[in-house]
């Protein structure tokens, strides 16, 4: 073979290089599947099914926003006991208070940036201005 | 190879004319089934739009009219009515106190008379008239501009109300609407409004750059079963009376009945759920 010296050394750099994503997520914690953190109250239960939830939260709450702005239909969901009013800061942030460990784990892995709180309030956020006032 | 030549010729012509023929015939043939379903079409139409149009007397849509009744000789009386209204509907639903006119937003605010009354003369007019504001928010027109004017559909009638809402995930910030709006009860955020936001509610969302916004009668309150912010911040001097317009037995009709009341620009005929004693 010709020119051993250079090609089998750069065939290494080149197949290492497009191994990049695999072997990097392997040697660092970019690659580790994402742990959100469950409500700090210890609540347990959910409108639906953590399987669903995970799935089709977006969805379920696209259908609550057109039910409560649009169809004037407000119903208070009771589930086991429990009132969630329908809405992101009523219903889900009342358990998951902490959207910085809780959407925002998944989220970030994902790499999707829901804009929900480009209006809706983090409790987070609600507290500061709680403080301040 | 003639012979063939003067067959393509042939061929070729005949396809000319029918293809300029065809149209024709089509056009011929089809019209009167066109033309009737044309004239069907409009007949159908027309009829509930003159009803809706009605006579000299207005007709009232069905079905349940959310309405308010401000009383300004109570608020006049007291000038802290309004402000702790405002104030109340401000806490309420996280809205930012600009200090900019040109970007503050309102949803229930402080006007003169002239402003709030245009085609009410203010010649002579009382002390009471030049020396006080007067309360105005978002009329919840029956027949709302703003509403006809949205292209996405974000503001809308709720039919079983007749809040005029407004979807916030919908609006696309073209403020359409605030042109079409006569009373100017629509503001923008021309900038990102949680800084001048002094404490919110955890209940409401915030609104962010881009997005027009305006009273919604407190919808989010109702369906507790509360009364608007402003209403409860009144409660006990019936300065603001609220209810169903159309409901004969309900207090604001009382008030209607026995009270000579004014709307805003009346003549626009947007009819305005919101009536004032002055």
């Not at chain 1, 073979?1 to 290494?12: A, C, E, R, S, V």
């Not at chain 1, 009013?85 to 892995?109: I, N, R, V, W």
């Not at chain 2, 501009?145 to 073209?174: E, L, N, W, Y």
Request: charged share 25%.
């Amino acid at each position: 073979m010709y020119n051993k010296g250079t090609i089998i050394p750069g065939l290494i750099i080149f197949v290492l290089f497009v191994t990049f994503p695999i072997w990097f997520n392997g040697l660092t914690t970019a690659g580790d599947l994402p742990k959100p953190e469950l409500p700090p109250g210890g609540e347990k239960q959910c409108v639906a099914s953590a399987e669903y939830m995970r799935a089709n939260h977006m969805q379920l709450l696209n259908e609550w926003r057109d039910d409560v702005l649009r169809d004037g239909n407000r119903e208070i969901l009771e589930i086991d006991g429990k009132k969630y009013p329908k809405g992101l800061q009523t219903a889900c942030m009342a358990c998951h208070s902490q959207k910085e460990k809780f959407c925002d784990s998944c989220h970030t892995y994902a790499a999707v940036d829901p804009y929900c709180w480009d209006c809706h309030l983090t409790p987070n956020e609600t507290a500061s201005k709680e403080a301040t006032h | 190879m003639d012979k063939q030549r003067r067959k393509f010729l042939k061929i070729a012509g005949a396809s000319v004319i029918a293809g300029i023929g065809a149209p024709a015939i089509i056009k011929l043939s089809a019209s009167p089934a066109l033309a009737s379903g044309g004239h069907a079409a409009p007949a159908a139409g027309h009829a509930p739009a003159a009803a809706a149009h009605g006579g000299p007397t207005e007709e009232a849509p069905k079905g349940v009219r959310l309405g308010m009744v401000i009383d300004t000789r109570k608020m006049n009386a007291d000038q802290g009515l309004l402000d702790n209204a405002i104030r109340a509907c401000i806490d309420a639903h996280n809205i930012p106190e600009i200090p900019s006119k040109k970007s503050e937003i309102k949803w229930l605010w402080k006007a003169p008379f002239e402003n709030v009354f245009t085609d009410a003369s203010g010649y002579h007019g009382s002390k009471k008239i030049t020396e006080n504001d007067f309360a105005v928010l978002c009329n919840h027109c029956d027949d709302p501009p703003c509403v006809k004017a949205c292209p996405t559909q974000a503001t809308f009638k709720v039919a079983s109300t007749g809040i005029v809402a407004m979807d916030f995930h919908r609006c696309i910030g073209c403020r359409f609407c605030m042109a079409a709006c006569p009373y100017g009860a629509r503001s923008f955020n021309w900038q990102d409004p949680r800084p001048y936001i002094k404490k919110y509610n955890k209940e409401f969302p915030s609104r962010m750059k881009g997005v027009v916004e305006k009273c919604n009668f407190c919808a989010e309150r109702l369906a507790l079963g509360q009364e608007p912010a402003c209403v409860e911040s009144c409660k006990g001097t019936d300065a603001i009376v609220f209810g169903d317009l159309n409901d004969p037995k309900s207090e604001i009709r009382a008030v209607l009945d026995k009270e000579f009341t004014i709307q805003r620009k009346p003549t626009l005929g947007t009819k305005p759920s919101v009536f004032y004693i002055v």
